[in-house]
């Protein structure tokens, strides 16, 4: 295909009590070889003046292939005209160069108050699609448009919500005109000088995916727009879990630290957040809540979380030391406990473990433990066995997952992680995302020579997930290195969501 190509431009005048106002809309396939890209609509209206509209990504296609969309509106006043009839081109520029979709420097042009145009040569085509499902919707709106030149006997939309397990059937309907409840008239569909346009509505009430397919029927023939061949897919927000030790008070410039994590939290949205060797002056043991590193971050949020922290020993002879959970949503409940021999608050093998239980939309209830375990030689292996012990307690048929997340001071491959894969009860969320072969031969397949494969893996901080959660991990990345937020501790943080199976 070509660097980019327009597949359509919507080009429709409102009438309502509030004004009268013309939207563009231009929607594109762009190659997705480079990330220096940048889209561009130029255009011009019936004045004649030049303009650049940037595009902006919407959603990918095919490894190679991203869609891109543009859009504007304008309000008729007495000091403005809209722009009526408009001629316009597509120019992508990267660091390599600059290309152009436009009909061959002919521009391509679209009537005002004309609809949808279609450009690509396809009978049927799924328009205006969204690219996410938002919070508390429940209602889908498709249009589809359909050749103008092809009278369709049935337009359906094929859908699921829980990837093909049941299968719905949604018809579209097309109609003349419709009645305007702003305008309180009838307004007719802009379409009638261009394609056709078909409407439905899908009713998926909580579910937090949606995937679908569209079917033109016409005299026995049946056309499909089913995204070349990927379905068209759409979701909530997923899960985002955020863990990072913070080195207990040892980093230099540690103020500026704080405010970088607190900005990494807030623009990854992070849903959850795991924090070790938190810290607070130690007061003579009675601690300092002003000081504790966790609520310094949080109350440099735009919306503080929910706090749950709990310390396990004294470090660095000056440091009541602990770990935290922050989360933006309510705890359903939450606990503290040693897991180590060890009660002691002077002794560093004292290992205290803080759990909470959060209610995460479209998802049900997950129960999140944040640890930091001592090393094998230390105690490790008594440590994880009372922490899984601990886990399967509060188990129960109304938890979709359960989360241990954390640095459990265990090479990746060494004999702290040969426990846990021997235990068959949890996985390693940063492999399943992101080195599937290898998970597949560690965690599925049990190859005796899986410590092989890990060999340069030097990671000691694990989200471990249970493998009869209703969840699954969808990404993972490595956070707060040089080129990611900078660094923040003598560990990298780790970033990673989770969506229903």
Not at 373 to 385: I, V, Y
Request: proline share 3%.
């Amino acid at each position: 295909m070509d660097k980019i190509q327009l597949l359509y431009v919507e080009n429709v005048i409102s009438r309502k009590k509030t004004g009268v106002q013309q939207n563009l809309s231009f929607f594109m396939r762009v190659e997705s070889s480079s990330y220096d890209k940048r889209i561009d609509v130029l255009w011009a209206g019936e004045d004649g003046d030049w303009q650049t509209l940037p595009a902006n990504y919407h959603s990918k296609l095919e490894h190679d292939q991203e869609y891109w969309q543009a859009q504007v509106s304008f309000q008729l006043s007495p000091a403005k005209s809209l722009p009526g009839n408009i001629r316009f081109g597509l120019r992508c520029r990267t660091s390599a160069g600059e290309c152009w979709d436009n009909k061959q420097g002919l521009n391509y042009s679209s009537q005002a108050d004309s609809g949808i145009k279609v450009v690509c040569a396809v009978p049927v085509l799924n328009t205006g699609f969204a690219n996410k499902l938002e919070d508390g919707q429940k209602n889908i709106p498709i249009t589809v448009a359909v050749d103008k030149f092809i009278d369709a006997d049935q337009v359906t939309v094929h859908w699921t919500t829980d990837n093909w397990r049941h299968t719905h059937k949604t018809p579209c309907h097309f109609k003349r005109a419709y009645w305007d409840k702003e305008s309180l008239s009838n307004a007719r569909n802009p379409n009638q000088y261009g394609v056709a346009a078909w409407k439905g509505w899908l009713r998926i009430g909580q579910a937090f995916r949606l995937e679908y397919s569209i079917s033109l029927e016409r005299h026995g023939q049946v056309f499909w727009d089913n995204n070349r061949g990927k379905n068209y897919s759409l979701s909530r927000e997923p899960l985002k879990v955020l863990i990072l030790n913070l080195h207990c008070y040892q980093e230099d410039n540690q103020d500026y630290k704080f405010s970088q994590i607190a900005k990494a939290i807030d623009e990854l949205n992070a849903d959850v957040v795991c924090l070790q060797e938190v810290a607070e002056l130690w007061n003579g043991g009675a601690g300092d809540w002003a000081s504790n590193s966790a609520r310094i971050i949080n109350d440099r949020l735009p919306t503080p979380y929910h706090i749950h922290t709990d310390w396990s020993h004294l470090g660095f002879d000056k440091y009541r030391e602990g770990v935290a959970i922050l989360s933006k949503y309510p705890f359903v409940k939450q606990d503290a406990r040693y897991v180590s021999d060890s009660h002691d608050a002077y002794s560093i093998h004292s290992r205290k473990v803080v759990m909470a239980q959060i209610k995460a939309p479209y998802m049900g209830r997950v129960n999140v433990f944040s640890a930091h375990l001592s090393w094998w030689e230390d105690g490790f292996a008594g440590q994880f066995k009372r922490l899984c012990e601990w886990a399967e307690t509060q188990q129960s048929a109304h938890v979709g997952a359960t989360l241990l997340c954390g640095d459990f001071n265990i090479a990746a491959g060494s004999e702290g992680y040969h426990l846990v894969v021997d235990g068959h009860q949890y996985d390693d969320q940063y492999l399943a995302a992101n080195s599937e072969g290898v998970f597949e031969k560690i965690f599925r397949v049990n190859d005796p020579h899986w410590q092989d494969y890990p060999s340069d893996d030097y990671r000691i901080d694990y989200i471990f997930l249970n493998k009869t959660s209703e969840l699954h991990v969808t990404s993972a990345r490595v956070l707060f290195t040089d080129q990611d937020y900078g660094r923040v501790s003598d560990h990298c943080g780790y970033f990673m969501t989770f969506e229903p199976k």
